[in-house]
């Protein structure tokens, strides 16, 4: 087990301070009302994210500050209404988009990106966001896959979009300078100087596509996991429950939108609650990260374990030299965080750090740690009201506590996916014929309900007859104070099934050597258990992980065993 610890849960009025009468009672309609539906039928996630704000007297509010190295700029909610309603009239006038197009968007983080997405969903049609440092082969892929109409992007990028080669592809947008525009290219600036102010938005069905996310699987191409317009009522509910938003809080979200935190947390739950929102665009850097909280009093603030581990390697120092006291809450997604991580953020931020699990197929939180919640350091929480999870064997019969077996929810949330697009097949695979959705993590609940992360499936380790996950010994790996950040797999032996090897990657200072080896494999052993100490051990100075930042252990297995490593387009660079 775990070196967990507990932190008491936190003082102050939240809406899950009791979270068991919640859960008893709530039902996702309750959710609903907030939104202009009721009146009409119909909905639009762009028109309750933004216009419904300036039409209930926070037009003049700031709606987004962005900043990166050479710009600094903020926008108020009736800013982004009339420049959202501006990009809508591009897209539909100069670039044809009809309800239900795919329209994508291929930017690096900037003002233009947001406003973009938002007028492509005010315009009916499904946005799909990719990352910008995907390469020509990946771009394609998507836009292929998904048969694009048109596609957003900058004139530096366009050398990666092998627009020839789709024929569905009718129009690019460009934003930039220097642009030549005509029947095919469209002149963002110009277009959007010339647009109306005003447009009659496209009221939308609650199942109509809003989003169009490309996720890898860990074989073949990536998949088109679409999400509807009714997934809002789940954002909107969620950043409230989870990310506990209140109207004057200054969020700040650290995930690009090129991935599902960064839209359903970086876009959709903070201004569907009309909450200002941060958005840095650049790269990673420890002081401009800590600068950023500072200079705009960071309230609330959603990051991921990867992240805080390059924090935490860039030293105390640093942290010191900077005022952390805005902060009210911290959260972290998108892969197991690790108590050594919880009890460094408890230290430099004097915050818990919250822990989030979800899917890109889920859309949208599903099991959460809550500020009115005890914190059992190493655990993802309980699920949120409105979901019911389970651990359940192959054929979907729920497991007893403390088993280990696959993590499952039972289907119908509003934020569940709809598609994986043209893929029925593979779509339907997610589902037991009893009606749970399988997440193909494994997991165990404790008697006290609380979830544990084991690792991915396929990640298992069975060495000796035990069955190991890999995320507990990666996280007693980086207790070690050599160890900056380490990834475990099972590695074929004839003795006993599989014995782990990590890789792992050390605090500056540090020196890789036999002795070091030596050193960290008893720190295990002791610290753990024998079986699950690394027998193995490589030193490398970084680990493959994705843009999201989880360690992409099947390109360690694949280096190790010499198999070809699959979908590499979701890798960092
Ligand atoms: O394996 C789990 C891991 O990330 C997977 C989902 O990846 P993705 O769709 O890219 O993430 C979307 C936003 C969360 C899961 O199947 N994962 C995510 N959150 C956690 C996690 N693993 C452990 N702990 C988490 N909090």
């Not at 980086?478 to 074929?492: K, L, N, Q, R, T």
């Not at 360690?551 to 699959?566: C, Q, S, Y």
Request: hydrophobic letters at 40%.
């Amino acid at each position: 087990m775990l070196d967990s610890f507990f932190l008491p849960a936190e003082q102050g009025v939240h809406e899950l301070d009791d979270l068991e009468t919640v859960r008893k009672s709530f039902d996702w309609k309750q959710a609903e009302h907030q939104f202009s539906w009721h009146e009409t039928g119909k909905i639009n996630a762009a028109y309750e994210a933004i216009d419904r704000h300036t039409e209930k007297g926070s037009a003049d509010k700031v709606a987004l500050y962005y900043s990166d190295l050479s710009r600094d700029e903020s926008y108020t909610f009736g800013e982004m209404k009339k420049l959202s309603n501006k990009a809508a009239n591009v897209l539909k006038q100069k670039a044809d988009v009809r309800k239900g197009d795919r329209v994508f968007i291929f930017m690096p983080r900037s003002p233009e990106l947001y406003i973009l997405f938002l007028g492509v969903i005010k315009a009916g049609a499904i946005v799909g966001p990719l990352f910008e440092a995907f390469m020509e082969g990946a771009v394609r892929d998507r836009l292929e896959d998904s048969e694009a109409k048109v596609l957003c992007t900058t004139p530096e990028l366009l050398k990666r979009v092998p627009y020839q080669l789709l024929p569905h592809l009718k129009h690019i947008v460009l934003v930039g300078d220097g642009i030549n525009e005509d029947e095919y290219f469209i002149d963002y600036k110009k277009a959007m100087d010339q647009a109306d102010n005003d447009f009659l938005i496209e009221w939308m069905d609650r199942e109509d596509g809003l989003i169009l996310h490309y996720t890898s699987g860990s074989t073949g191409k990536p998949k088109g996991v679409l999400h509807v317009h009714e997934a809002m009522v789940q954002h909107a509910q969620t950043g409230r429950w989870v990310l506990d938003l209140k109207k004057d809080d200054v969020y700040w979200c650290t995930a690009d939108p090129g991935w599902v935190t960064g839209t359903s947390y970086g876009v959709f739950a903070p201004w569907l609650n009309g909450v200002t929102n941060i958005v840095r665009g650049g790269r990673f850097s420890p002081s401009d990260w800590y600068q950023t909280i500072e200079k705009y009093g960071v309230t609330v603030w959603y990051s991921a374990p990867t992240a805080f581990r390059m924090l935490m390697s860039a030293g105390k120092v640093l942290a010191e030299k900077h005022n952390f006291s805005s902060l009210r809450h911290v959260l972290s997604v998108g892969e197991p965080l690790n108590p050594e991580v919880i009890r460094w953020g408890w230290q430099v931020f004097k915050k818990r750090i919250h822990d989030t699990w979800w899917m890109t197929e889920t859309g949208a939180h599903m099991i959460c740690n809550y500020p009115s919640m005890k914190i059992k350091a190493g655990s993802m929480g309980k699920p949120v009201p409105g979901i019911t999870a389970a651990i359940v064997d192959d054929s979907g019969i729920e497991l007893p506590p403390n088993t280990m077996g696959n993590l499952a929810i039972k289907k119908g949330w509003p934020s569940m996916m709809r598609a994986i697009w043209n893929n029925k097949e593979k779509y339907d695979s997610y589902f037991t014929s009893n009606g749970w959705y399988v997440s193909g993590d494994s997991a165990y609940m404790d008697e006290d309900g609380y979830f544990w992360f084991q690792g991915r499936v396929d990640d298992v380790i069975m060495t000796s007859g035990e069955r190991i996950g890999p995320f507990e010994v990666e996280s007693k790996l980086v207790e070690h104070p050599a160890v900056s950040e380490a990834g475990v797999i099972g590695i074929p032996d004839p003795i006993r099934g599989e014995i782990i090897k990590a890789f792992i990657s050390l605090r500056e200072g540090f020196e890789a050597s036999e002795k070091l080896k030596e050193e960290i494999y008893h720190f295990v052993k002791n610290g753990l258990a024998a079986h699950a100490a690394p027998r193995k051990i490589d030193f490398k100075d970084k680990l493959p992980k994705t843009r999201s930042g989880k360690i992409m252990r099947r390109v360690l297995k694949a280096w190790e065993l010499g198999l070809p490593t699959g979908d590499l387009s979701t890798l960092e660079d």
